[in-house]
């Protein structure tokens, strides 16, 4: 519905209205001039809206949402009438003087801001029928709502006379823009306090490496990460490193059933979308993966880092060898090539030609190889309108010959679909050919390169496999690329990270002791070599006598094999981590077990000096977007709910949006303090939303979310611990002045320690006011085991400095 139908309609109730004057009662004033008003005029439908919504025993009459609750309309009878200023041609007024000397108005506001305020719905309406009041119900600026001011239309010739003021305040697209708020309170928000991170120098600053740490982090890099690619021990890394897709760590914190249900709702619910299968089986590789599957190409559906490449790699190389052994395998990896290309297909062509060259000792432009391809064309020539002159001047014929072999190899994309067809026929070779790593390039370039794969699957003789991610995979099948094709999908589990990390420490441990030689590599091991080897026994042990130690990494990298091999790296060459200490007690003889804050530290801090949210992969709980105290605890509420209803029996343990909504609007939080809080936990990877959707602000909001291991860490491990609080604070607005006053930055760590109570202590009264909030997270018995950890690493220093 527009506006000039809004109006029409407006116009047709006031013409009802003057007629019908005898015959209206308090019911008709309810169900139909207030229903008429907002479904007809201002454009709300039946179905944005419920009808004496509950709430603790209370009955808001009209529950709008858009889609989140966003307005409350309370239905007066048309007796109560609403005076305001005679004589006054405007429509804003102070909320509290227009109730002062109206008793029934006032009730009526006060009624409505204790619904709007139980529910966290921000704009509230009394409305007679013929009399509309809207004002903001529910603030997060210090002003109390019933200070604040009121659009008021005293009647429906004011109503239709600022009908333009009344469609953009109450409209559904008003309301929407929320242009109310720009009205009454206007757009900005106050200032939130400095963060302490503003008052650091340089913040966030870069930690300093010894040369040491240096050339530990390059050679851990080399050993862990670069000799996996290196093609010349492919095979041999294959059968020590790679571990099967689908198995389930014993370190995650949420259910199995969750976890092995990855991929489910990669689409939304009721919409039709390919068949999407494990492409594992407890078997191994699903049999069909080593067949060609005619004239489409095969799609690989993976999250980032859980091993597609790998799973590529171990396919051909050790699973299925024997088949590939006996086949002409191409592989192109749009993550590290094609980056300055502007013609996609021509770069196919041209890699798949050098591919073809190098790796099959096949050049297409080889004489007697062009020649073959074209034999038949030749034979035809041959018996063309040149027949005569190969009699006559056998020279003249072998130019016109070459001109139209020339012209043949001069199309290069035809020349070479030509001589795969060639290749396959005379040499009876099946051709499979990997596009890699197309997720990583921008959305336009990876629709292409499907395009691209169709062609080549339906037309040329190629089987092709295509890598994407699951949420590239769900819109290109809804609206892009895919939507027009009937693509038969395959998704990539994650192995278990547990195993792997295992598998590539004990590789790495035999590359750096020498055990395994690499001709890139000095044939005795040096002094630095020694020393990462020393690190990587140190670590390998660890992890076997402290469990902490992988249920951090499996649950923070949230089975994500790249991020838990990133944080391997990152430890061993960590400004953050004595080295020298732990090389040295080890090589006195003793053993050494890595403390899970030593490993924590490194991780949350990275290459810098302090925390940041930005770079780190440990998301800070506590921050807030507005001037409310309430908001500290908003992400670890929302990831308690989560925990807490993904366990009553859920669908793969994704919750409906809507109630996480509903929950956290009935605690007083506002629908954009949710929206942000929910991106803040999508981009951290600390929940996931169904069909993979990004969450925006405002916009329609995915439809389910779920908790993810990373979110179930944070939530129940992490925030109880010295070291994070330790981290986060100074990326956390202090609203009390006086417990900032008291707060500061300081490497000293008896202050530190004593900066952490005081924090806690200040997140100990936030809390007094949402102590019954219903969701898993309850802040009072994180406090006891922060205090207790605090009072833990103090006893532990004082102990390291001798005092007693």
Not at 189 to 214: C, M, V
């Amino acid at each position: 519905m527009d506006y000039d139908i809004g109006r029409n309609n407006l116009e047709e109730l006031f013409s009802w209205y003057k007629l019908n004057a005898a015959r209206r009662n308090e019911a008709t004033t309810r169900l139909t001039m207030i229903d008429r008003l907002f479904f007809e005029c201002l454009s709300w439908s039946k179905d944005d809206v419920v009808l004496e919504e509950s709430h603790d025993n209370t009955y808001a009459d009209y529950l709008f949402s858009a889609p989140r609750r966003i307005l409350i309309v309370e239905a007066k009878k048309e007796g109560d009438y609403f005076e305001v200023p005679i004589g006054e041609n405007r429509i804003e007024y102070s909320l509290n003087n227009l109730t002062r000397d109206n008793n029934s108005l006032k009730k009526a506001v006060e009624q409505t801001l204790n619904y709007c305020q139980n529910r966290g719905v921000p704009y509230g309406v009394v409305c007679n029928g013929h009399q509309i009041v809207a004002f903001i119900a529910t603030r997060n600026d210090g002003i109390a709502p019933i200070q604040g001011k009121a659009m008021v239309f005293s009647s429906f010739e004011v109503m239709l006379s600022k009908f333009l003021d009344l469609w953009n305040i109450l409209s559904k697209p008003g309301i929407e823009k929320k242009e109310i708020q720009r009205r009454l309170i206007g757009d900005s928000l106050p200032e939130l306090p400095p963060k302490l991170s503003a008052s650091i120098p340089h913040y966030p600053g870069l930690k300093d490496r010894n040369p040491f740490q240096t050339d530990l982090q390059i050679l851990s890099e080399l050993v862990i990460e670069d000799i996996a690619r290196s093609r010349d021990i492919e095979t041999h890394f294959l059968k020590e490193c790679y571990c099967p897709s689908g198995a389930l760590s014993q370190y995650a914190l949420i259910s199995k059933n969750i976890l092995n249900s990855r991929y489910a709702a990669i689409f939304e619910s009721g919409k039709s979308h390919p068949v999407v299968i494990s492409a594992t089986t407890k078997d191994g590789i699903l049999k069909d993966l080593s067949q060609s599957f005619g004239r489409r190409p095969v799609l690989l559906i993976g999250d980032v880092g859980v091993g597609k490449t790998a799973f590529i790699r171990n396919l051909i190389k050790v699973e299925a060898v024997e088949l590939f052994d006996n086949a002409i395998t191409l592989y192109l990896d749009f993550g590290s090539q094609a980056t300055l290309t502007e013609d996609l297909k021509q770069f196919i062509v041209d890699e798949i030609t050098e591919q073809l060259r190098l790796e099959s000792k096949i050049d297409i432009e080889e004489k007697s190889f062009v020649r073959a391809v074209y034999n038949t064309e030749l034979e035809r020539f041959k018996r063309g309108i040149y027949q005569d002159l190969a009699k006559t001047d056998p020279a003249a014929f072998k130019l016109k010959e070459l001109v139209l072999l020339e012209e043949k190899i001069g199309n290069k994309e035809n020349h070479l679909k030509q001589s795969l067809f060639h290749i396959s026929k005379f040499h009876e070779k099946q051709i499979v050919l990997f596009l890699d790593n197309a997720d990583q390039r921008d959305d336009k370039l990876q629709q292409d390169i499907f395009l691209i794969a169709q062609e080549l699957a339906e037309r040329w003789p190629l089987t092709v496999f295509l890598t994407l991610r699951p949420e590239t995979f769900h819109l290109s099948v809804q609206r892009g690329a895919l939507s027009g094709y009937h693509a038969k999908a395959f998704t990539i589990s994650p192995p278990r990270v547990d195993l792997v990390i295992k598998k590539r420490l004990a590789f790495a441990l035999k590359i750096a002791t020498g055990e395994f030689p690499i001709e890139s590599l000095p044939s005795k091991p040096t002094i630095t070599f020694l020393s990462l080897s020393t690190l990587i026994k140190v670590l390998i042990y660890s992890i076997e006598k402290n469990s902490e130690l992988l249920e951090f990494i499996d649950n923070i990298s949230n089975r994500n094999i790249r991020l838990a091999l990133d944080l391997i790296r990152g430890f061993l060459g960590s400004g953050h981590v004595d080295t020298k200490k732990i090389i040295n007690i080890y090589e006195s003889g003793q053993q050494y077990i890595i403390p899970l804050h030593e490993f924590l530290r490194a991780v949350i801090y990275g290459d810098t000096e302090h925390y940041d949210p930005e770079r780190s992969p440990i998301g800070n709980l506590f921050d807030v977007t507005q001037l409310d105290h309430n908001e500290h605890f908003i992400l670890p509420l929302i990831l308690g709910l989560l925990i807490s209803l993904s366990s009553a029996g859920t669908e793969e343990g994704f919750v409906e949006t809507s109630r996480v909504y509903t929950h956290l609007q009935a605690l007083g939080f506002l629908p954009e303090q949710i929206d942000l809080a929910i991106v803040k936990a999508y981009k951290k990877k600390l929940i996931e939303t169904a069909a993979r959707r990004m969450p925006l602000p405002g916009q329609p909001i995915p439809e389910a979310l779920r908790i993810t291991t990373d979110g179930v860490y944070h939530v129940s491990k992490i925030c109880r611990l010295f070291v994070y609080i330790d981290a986060v604070i100074v990326d956390t607005p202090i609203l009390d002045a006086l417990v900032r006053g008291r707060v500061g930055s300081t490497h000293d760590i008896n202050f530190r320690l004593e900066r952490a109570r005081i924090f806690c202590s200040y997140l100990d009264k936030q809390w007094q006011k949402l102590k019954n909030s219903g969701s898993a997270f309850d802040w009072n018995n994180v406090s006891v085991d922060l205090k207790a950890n605090i009072d833990y690493i103090e006893k532990k220093n004082k102990r390291h400095q001798g005092i007693s």
